[in-house]
């Protein structure tokens, strides 16, 4: 798909690796062929720049050019070989307006967003950290700043006193500084917060502290109803960060705030550093990437930038632990070979353009030495070794352009994102969501807003585990004691989200009794042994995939024919089914969905299990695996160890997909338009940040 000139001149980049090439070792052609002609315009250019602000002020006034002529952001791509190059450019395409999305291999605990929470954990966990005090102060939640701030630091400075000192005598003698009432005001409500959440962080999990205080603050309220690409950006990096903090809140004997920050901290200085969150790739903004983010993606046009000696192909560095020698397999990498593989790299940058691709490099990046142009640009454009001279050939920015780049950035202009054009993944929770409200599925899925622990998830988690790994040992002749599920059970559980101690000890007694239940009705005479635990099925639909997981499905061999309109050799339409499961011969099929909620009437049970949209998802999905529909579906209410039992309704099963498919088309066309309901907004987790609630 790329135009010729492009592919050629990676194709004579990628020569000087021979002989050690696959083509070349083997005799296989692998140079790839243009389908299409290029223009009169070369699509392969080269811009040397004097520095590297000059060169990112370029870029952006390219971009800027080809936007304003007709071109989407969205057919630009800026590809970087390491994060940190990204930044000169980043702010480029800030002061020209130009809207972006970056996607890099780290850079989270970088974003404003993350540092706030980053600030805010550690200051809690010790009050005297002022660094992030002051950090937490000046930021946007409290807002402290100016004269008023530097006085307080000031005379923390000359005290030789902690900030948080400073600031709690501030507030008990407030003649010791002269201040305005407004910082006043503030820096009252600072202390009184970092008190009460200092007190908690002794006693709550860190991400329950965390979401008190990403609620408290009205961070969460600004971002969901600022409706933008940036803040939907934000949010996602902090839902990362939460993931993060409760991953690693998992992994520690205990989980409160006061032993998970330093933690946290420990982990940032030996180099942990995750990747920021992962944005739409259909918005209407140009992507910067690093090249090994690029891997399978094309753009009609590419900008390489930085492309000097020690940034592509990188220098020399060892290792920051190099491997013992000796110990390792074979022999260890030597200078060639690394530049091989650098090399092969800049081939996939390359070829990741399709209409056009400019190469560029600056003479000055810092430092006290010129860099010289990037081997590989040399290899590719075929140029003389003369024309790698820092600097020759450079472009000047005049005095009046160089002062213009320090000024304030406007606002990025934001294009409204269009339908979404490739197929979907969805699940039954996001069709659900979608279906209950629009503007629910835009923050549980797409913009995914961070939600504090609810102990019905917590309840239904630990049963649910307990409830699997017992089914999947007693499928290989193991019957797990009481004593044996409470430990897995146990194992499950975490203590967030629950109103009191009292309350959590009075749902975890309710999950053992349950659990008791469970095992007796497994180990009853006329008890089946599930086929199927904690399967995975998918199965497309008007050219969307639709997966899921069955919490259990019995086959039961069976002399008896199937029920009425339940012929096993029914094949539905080519659309629906893949099947990859074998029919065994006559047999009778139900499936299962175990729920941690408490229904003791079998009317409404076998009521709920008929108007399941869940179930019947997973009868279509067993249809499309075999190529027949289940028997019966069933829910199983772990509290009270009811069953409810129904045959499958093939009028249900229409009505269903015609739901999947009327929540597919308002999901592909972006169509969030809020559903109030005051007992959908009663039940939504969101409630107390959505401005279209009328449960509040």
Not at 31 to 51: H, I, Y
Not at 472 to 501: Q, Y
Request: net charge neutral; aromatic share 6%.
């Amino acid at each position: 798909r790329s135009l010729a000139p492009i592919l050629d001149a990676a194709y004579r980049l990628i020569r000087f690796n021979d002989p050690d090439r696959l083509e070349v070792r083997t005799g296989i052609v692998k140079r790839l062929r243009a389908q299409r002609v290029a223009p009169d315009a070369a699509p392969v250019r080269l811009e040397v720049f004097g520095s590297g602000s000059e060169e990112a002020d370029w870029v952006a006034a390219e971009i800027g050019r080809r936007i304003e002529s007709g071109a989407a952001a969205r057919d630009h791509a800026i590809l970087v070989r390491a994060n940190s190059h990204a930044d000169p450019i980043l702010r480029a395409l800030n002061m020209g307006g130009i809207p972006w999305r970056f996607s890099g291999t780290s850079g989270l605990y970088a974003r404003p967003e993350v540092r706030t929470l980053l600030s805010f954990l550690r200051v809690v966990a010790d009050l005297q950290s002022s660094v992030d005090l002051y950090a937490l102060a000046a930021s946007d939640v409290y807002q402290l700043g100016g004269e008023d701030l530097t006085a307080i630091v000031n005379m923390a400075r000359r005290r030789n006193r902690s900030l948080w000192e400073i600031l709690a005598e501030l507030e008990r003698q407030p003649g010791i500084l002269r201040i305005t009432p407004a910082t006043r005001r503030t820096v009252h409500t600072l202390i009184g917060d970092l008190r009460g959440y200092a007190e908690a962080a002794h006693e709550r999990p860190a991400g329950e502290l965390l979401y008190r205080f990403l609620r408290a603050s009205g961070i969460l309220a600004r971002l969901v109803d600022t409706d933008t690409p940036a803040a939907g950006e934000q949010l996602q990096n902090i839902a990362r960060f939460f993931e993060i903090v409760r991953a690693q809140s998992a992994l520690l004997v205990d989980d409160r705030a006061v032993f998970v920050a330093p933690h946290l901290a420990t982990l940032i200085e030996a180099g942990d550093d995750p990747a920021t969150a992962e944005l739409d790739p259909d918005s209407d903004a140009v992507a910067v990437l690093t090249v090994h983010k690029a891997k399978g993606l094309e753009f009609p046009v590419v900008f390489l930038p930085g492309m000097v000696a020690g940034r592509f192909p990188t220098g020399g560095r060892g290792e920051p632990l190099a491997f013992p020698a000796g110990l390792g397999r074979g022999q260890p990498p030597d200078a060639e070979a690394a530049l091989a593989e650098e090399r092969r790299l800049c081939y996939v940058a390359m070829t990741r353009a399709k209409d056009a691709l400019i190469l560029s490099h600056a003479a000055d990046y810092g430092g006290a030495r010129a860099r010289r142009v990037s081997p590989f640009v040399l290899e590719a454009l075929d140029l003389p070794v003369a024309s790698g001279v820092p600097g020759a050939g450079a472009r000047t920015s005049s005095p009046v352009e160089r002062l213009a780049s320090f000024g304030t950035p406007p606002r990025p202009a934001l294009t409204p994102e269009g339908p979404i054009t490739e197929p979907l993944s969805l699940s039954f929770y996001q069709v659900d969501d979608y279906l209950t409200c629009p503007l629910k599925y835009r923050y549980a899925h797409v913009v995914r807003v961070p939600l504090a622990p609810h102990h019905a998830i917590i309840y239904g988690a630990a049963l649910h585990k307990a409830v699997q790994l017992f089914h999947s040992r007693h499928a290989k002749g193991h019957v797990m004691s009481e004593a044996e599920l409470d430990e897995v059970f146990e194992s499950a559980w975490t203590n967030e989200g629950f109103m009191s101690r009292d309350h959590e000890e009075a749902r975890r007694a309710a999950g053992r009794a349950a659990l008791r239940k469970f095992r007796a009705a497994q180990l009853e005479p006329n008890a089946v042994i599930p086929t199927y635990v904690e399967r995975e099925f998918s199965f497309n639909l008007g050219g969307d995939r639709v997966r899921g997981r069955w919490d259990r499905v019995d086959v039961v061999a069976t002399e008896v024919e199937p029920s009425a309109g339940q012929d096993p050799t029914t094949t539905p339409s080519a659309d629906v089914v893949s099947p990859t499961l074998g029919i065994l011969g006559p047999e009778h099929v139900t499936i299962t969905d175990y729920k941690s909620s408490d229904v003791r009437d079998p009317a409404k049970a076998r009521q709920r299990a008929r108007e399941s949209l869940q179930l019947q998802i997973y009868a279509m999905g067993y249809e499309a695996m075999t190529g027949r529909l289940p028997d019966e579906i069933a829910l199983h209410f772990l509290e009270s160890g009811l069953v409810g039992k129904v045959a499958v309704d093939p009028k249900r099963l229409a009505r269903a997909r015609d739901k999947i498919t009327q929540a597919a088309a308002g999901i592909r066309a972006r169509d969030y338009a809020p559903k109030p309901d005051y007992i959908a907004c009663s039940y939504c987790a969101f409630r107390d940040i959505c401005p279209s609630s009328i449960a509040r």
